[in-house]
Protein backbone atom coordinates (compact mmCIF):
# COMPACT_ATOMS: atom_id res chain seq x y z
CA UNK A 1 0.00 0.00 0.00
CA UNK A 2 1.19 3.60 -0.98
CA UNK A 3 1.89 5.91 1.67
CA UNK A 4 0.52 8.95 3.01
CA UNK A 5 1.21 11.81 0.44
CA UNK A 6 1.47 15.33 0.79
CA UNK A 7 2.23 17.60 -1.99
CA UNK A 8 3.97 20.05 -2.62
CA UNK A 9 7.06 18.95 -0.45
CA UNK A 10 8.92 22.68 0.14
CA UNK A 11 6.54 25.87 -0.43
CA UNK A 12 8.30 29.44 0.26
CA UNK A 13 5.86 32.56 0.15
CA UNK A 14 5.54 36.10 1.06
CA UNK A 15 3.37 37.42 3.97
CA UNK A 16 0.52 38.51 2.91
CA UNK A 17 -0.18 35.32 0.29
CA UNK A 18 -2.26 32.24 0.32
CA UNK A 19 -1.27 28.76 0.66
CA UNK A 20 -2.71 25.20 -0.12
CA UNK A 21 -1.59 22.11 0.74
CA UNK A 22 -2.58 18.94 -0.55
CA UNK A 23 -2.82 15.39 1.07
CA UNK A 24 -3.25 12.03 -0.69
CA UNK A 25 -4.20 9.24 1.99
CA UNK A 26 -3.82 5.77 2.31
CA UNK A 27 -6.46 4.21 -0.15
CA UNK A 28 -9.12 3.08 2.09
CA UNK A 29 -8.53 5.46 4.77
CA UNK A 30 -11.51 8.15 5.48
CA UNK A 31 -10.72 10.23 8.08
CA UNK A 32 -7.22 13.05 7.86
CA UNK A 33 -5.99 15.08 10.49
CA UNK A 34 -3.83 17.94 10.03
CA UNK A 35 -0.91 19.12 12.14
CA UNK A 36 1.80 22.20 12.24
CA UNK A 37 5.05 21.43 13.93
CA UNK A 38 7.26 24.39 14.63
CA UNK A 39 10.12 24.19 16.93
CA UNK A 40 8.38 26.76 19.33
CA UNK A 41 4.98 25.23 19.61
CA UNK A 42 5.46 21.54 18.77
CA UNK A 43 3.07 19.54 17.35
CA UNK A 44 -0.54 20.93 17.37
CA UNK A 45 -3.68 19.95 16.02
CA UNK A 46 -5.28 21.67 13.56
CA UNK A 47 -8.43 19.88 12.14
CA UNK A 48 -9.59 16.48 11.04
CA UNK A 49 -11.76 15.73 8.13
CA UNK A 50 -14.25 12.76 8.13
CA UNK A 51 -16.50 12.19 4.58
CA UNK A 52 -15.64 15.55 3.40
CA UNK A 53 -17.00 16.89 7.03
CA UNK A 54 -14.89 18.90 9.76
CA UNK A 55 -14.99 17.08 12.94
CA UNK A 56 -12.60 18.51 15.15
CA UNK A 57 -10.67 21.82 14.86
CA UNK A 58 -8.02 22.95 17.09
CA UNK A 59 -6.88 26.53 18.55
CA UNK A 60 -6.02 28.08 15.09
CA UNK A 61 -7.11 31.13 13.55
CA UNK A 62 -10.32 31.41 11.07
CA UNK A 63 -6.77 31.80 8.11
CA UNK A 64 -6.38 28.34 8.21
CA UNK A 65 -8.92 26.20 6.54
CA UNK A 66 -9.48 22.92 4.97
CA UNK A 67 -11.41 20.39 2.84
CA UNK A 68 -11.92 16.76 2.08
CA UNK A 69 -13.00 15.65 -1.36
CA UNK A 70 -14.97 12.72 -1.76
CA UNK A 71 -12.30 10.43 -2.63
CA UNK A 72 -11.13 11.40 0.90
CA UNK A 73 -8.24 13.70 -0.42
CA UNK A 74 -7.78 16.84 1.56
CA UNK A 75 -6.34 20.12 1.59
CA UNK A 76 -6.11 22.90 4.02
CA UNK A 77 -5.32 26.61 3.15
CA UNK A 78 -4.28 29.01 5.11
CA UNK A 79 -4.53 32.86 3.87
CA UNK A 80 -3.07 36.28 4.45
CA UNK A 81 0.42 34.45 5.40
CA UNK A 82 2.14 35.74 8.47
CA UNK A 83 5.77 35.08 9.09
CA UNK A 84 4.64 32.65 12.16
CA UNK A 85 3.01 29.83 9.90
CA UNK A 86 6.40 29.20 9.20
CA UNK A 87 6.92 25.67 9.82
CA UNK A 88 6.09 21.93 8.88
CA UNK A 89 2.48 20.87 8.48
CA UNK A 90 1.77 17.02 8.52
CA UNK A 91 -1.08 15.34 7.47
CA UNK A 92 -2.41 11.76 8.90
CA UNK A 93 -4.62 9.29 8.16
CA UNK A 94 -6.89 6.60 9.68
CA UNK A 95 -9.27 4.17 8.67
CA UNK A 96 -11.85 6.11 10.74
CA UNK A 97 -10.53 7.75 13.17
CA UNK A 98 -10.96 5.44 16.27
CA UNK A 99 -8.72 5.05 18.66
CA UNK A 100 -7.70 1.54 17.72
CA UNK A 101 -6.81 2.94 13.80
CA UNK A 102 -3.52 3.66 13.54
CA UNK A 103 -2.57 6.98 12.30
CA UNK A 104 -0.04 7.14 9.16
CA UNK A 105 1.67 10.84 8.73
CA UNK A 106 2.64 11.92 5.75
CA UNK A 107 6.38 13.15 5.22
CA UNK A 108 4.92 16.56 5.88
CA UNK A 109 5.26 20.37 3.77
CA UNK A 110 8.29 22.76 4.72
CA UNK A 111 6.40 25.97 4.48
CA UNK A 112 8.34 28.64 4.83
CA UNK A 113 7.36 32.70 4.45
CA UNK A 114 9.33 35.45 3.90
CA UNK B 1 -7.03 21.93 29.34
CA UNK B 2 -5.05 18.34 28.19
CA UNK B 3 -1.20 18.71 28.21
CA UNK B 4 1.52 16.17 27.81
CA UNK B 5 4.82 17.21 29.57
CA UNK B 6 7.86 15.48 28.69
CA UNK B 7 10.97 16.97 30.33
CA UNK B 8 13.89 15.84 28.92
CA UNK B 9 14.79 16.89 25.43
CA UNK B 10 17.64 15.15 24.89
CA UNK B 11 18.90 11.76 26.53
CA UNK B 12 21.85 9.61 25.73
CA UNK B 13 22.79 6.04 27.40
CA UNK B 14 24.89 3.30 25.98
CA UNK B 15 23.90 0.42 23.92
CA UNK B 16 22.96 -2.23 26.69
CA UNK B 17 21.79 -0.24 29.39
CA UNK B 18 17.94 0.60 30.10
CA UNK B 19 16.56 3.66 29.02
CA UNK B 20 13.10 5.24 30.32
CA UNK B 21 11.70 7.96 28.53
CA UNK B 22 9.11 10.36 30.55
CA UNK B 23 5.97 11.51 29.98
CA UNK B 24 3.53 12.82 32.30
CA UNK B 25 0.11 14.49 31.67
CA UNK B 26 -2.85 16.38 32.80
CA UNK B 27 -6.21 15.69 31.28
CA UNK B 28 -10.04 15.72 32.88
CA UNK B 29 -11.73 12.46 32.32
CA UNK B 30 -10.13 8.47 31.20
CA UNK B 31 -7.17 9.83 27.98
CA UNK B 32 -5.78 7.71 25.67
CA UNK B 33 -1.96 7.75 25.50
CA UNK B 34 0.44 6.88 22.90
CA UNK B 35 4.29 6.81 21.49
CA UNK B 36 5.59 8.21 18.85
CA UNK B 37 8.87 7.74 17.73
CA UNK B 38 10.51 9.60 14.45
CA UNK B 39 13.69 7.87 13.13
CA UNK B 40 16.43 9.84 11.17
CA UNK B 41 15.02 11.06 7.80
CA UNK B 42 11.73 8.81 8.80
CA UNK B 43 8.40 9.78 8.93
CA UNK B 44 6.42 10.18 12.15
CA UNK B 45 5.20 6.55 13.40
CA UNK B 46 3.33 5.00 15.91
CA UNK B 47 5.27 2.84 18.61
CA UNK B 48 2.88 1.86 20.82
CA UNK B 49 -0.41 2.67 22.08
CA UNK B 50 -1.60 1.63 26.30
CA UNK B 51 -5.09 0.37 24.91
CA UNK B 52 -3.35 -2.36 23.22
CA UNK B 53 -1.28 -3.09 26.35
CA UNK B 54 1.58 -4.10 23.68
CA UNK B 55 5.38 -4.13 23.54
CA UNK B 56 6.49 -3.60 20.31
CA UNK B 57 10.78 -3.35 19.44
CA UNK B 58 11.33 -3.97 23.16
CA UNK B 59 9.79 -0.74 24.44
CA UNK B 60 6.88 -1.28 27.10
CA UNK B 61 4.51 1.51 29.10
CA UNK B 62 2.76 1.56 31.75
CA UNK B 63 -0.19 3.89 32.10
CA UNK B 64 0.21 5.15 35.96
CA UNK B 65 -3.43 7.20 36.69
CA UNK B 66 -2.31 8.28 40.38
CA UNK B 67 1.04 9.88 39.21
CA UNK B 68 -0.69 10.74 35.41
CA UNK B 69 2.31 9.46 34.24
CA UNK B 70 2.86 7.08 30.94
CA UNK B 71 7.21 6.46 31.12
CA UNK B 72 8.44 4.35 28.20
CA UNK B 73 10.88 1.64 28.94
CA UNK B 74 13.46 -0.91 27.28
CA UNK B 75 15.14 -3.02 29.21
CA UNK B 76 18.73 -3.14 26.95
CA UNK B 77 18.72 -0.16 24.22
CA UNK B 78 19.95 -0.94 20.82
CA UNK B 79 22.01 2.14 18.91
CA UNK B 80 18.73 1.74 16.49
CA UNK B 81 16.17 3.10 19.04
CA UNK B 82 18.31 5.99 18.67
CA UNK B 83 14.99 8.88 17.40
CA UNK B 84 12.96 11.23 18.47
CA UNK B 85 9.80 10.17 20.81
CA UNK B 86 6.62 11.63 21.58
CA UNK B 87 4.23 10.87 23.96
CA UNK B 88 0.47 11.95 23.10
CA UNK B 89 -2.89 11.55 24.28
CA UNK B 90 -6.27 11.68 22.98
CA UNK B 91 -9.44 11.70 24.69
CA UNK B 92 -11.22 8.04 24.74
CA UNK B 93 -12.88 6.88 21.83
CA UNK B 94 -11.68 9.35 19.33
CA UNK B 95 -7.71 9.05 18.36
CA UNK B 96 -8.69 12.53 16.05
CA UNK B 97 -7.44 14.68 17.94
CA UNK B 98 -3.74 13.84 19.61
CA UNK B 99 -1.94 16.40 21.69
CA UNK B 100 1.82 15.54 21.64
CA UNK B 101 4.60 16.41 24.69
CA UNK B 102 7.23 17.91 22.95
CA UNK B 103 9.54 15.37 22.39
CA UNK B 104 12.96 13.66 23.89
CA UNK B 105 15.66 13.24 22.11
CA UNK B 106 16.97 9.82 22.62
CA UNK B 107 21.19 8.87 21.41
CA UNK B 108 22.16 5.64 22.07
CA UNK B 109 25.82 5.22 22.14
CA UNK B 110 28.21 2.30 20.81
Known amino acids: KAGVTQTPRYLIKTRGQQVTLSCSPI?????VSWYQQTPGQGLQFLFEYFSETQRNKGNFPGRFSGRQFSNSRSEMNVSTLELGDSALYLCASSLEGHVTDTQYFGPGTRLTVL | AQRVTQPEKLLSVFKGAPVELKCNYSYSGSPELFWYVQYSRQRLQLLLR??SRESIKGFTADLNKGETSFHLKKPFAQEEDSAMYYCALTSAGSARQLTFGSGTQLTVLP
Open chain 2, 50 to 51: HI
Open chain 1, 27 to 31: SGHRS
